[in-house]
């Protein structure tokens, strides 16, 4: 695909741009080379590349499950501004 002034335009209008002739002849460029890395993405062998996902997804990442001493309740309250019994108390924001 090639980047022309008509392309441009068409995309200024859907934009609702207005852009000056120097920003056109920028943004030419730098579309252009967009594509030029997309082209060059295409030539990747994706499908050796799905079958490594498949592989990776086999495995568990996660951490196993490890049983841990607690912080006492009177620690976690001691800065409460309000307590009731051992729970925070806020104020009431649903009627």
Known sequence: MQINSELIEYLEGLS???LT???????????????????????????????GLQQANAFDFLRADEVSLSVPVEDILAN??????????????VE
């Open 80 to 93: 409460a501004p309000q307590r009731q019994g051992d729970f925070f108390s806020v104020p009431k924001t």
């Open 21 to 51: 002739d120097a920003e056109k002849l920028r943004i030419s460029a730098e579309l252009q080379e967009l594509l030029a890395y997309v082209d060059m993405l295409s030539e990747l062998d994706a499908a050796s590349a799905c079958d």
């Open 16 to 18: 609702k741009l207005k």
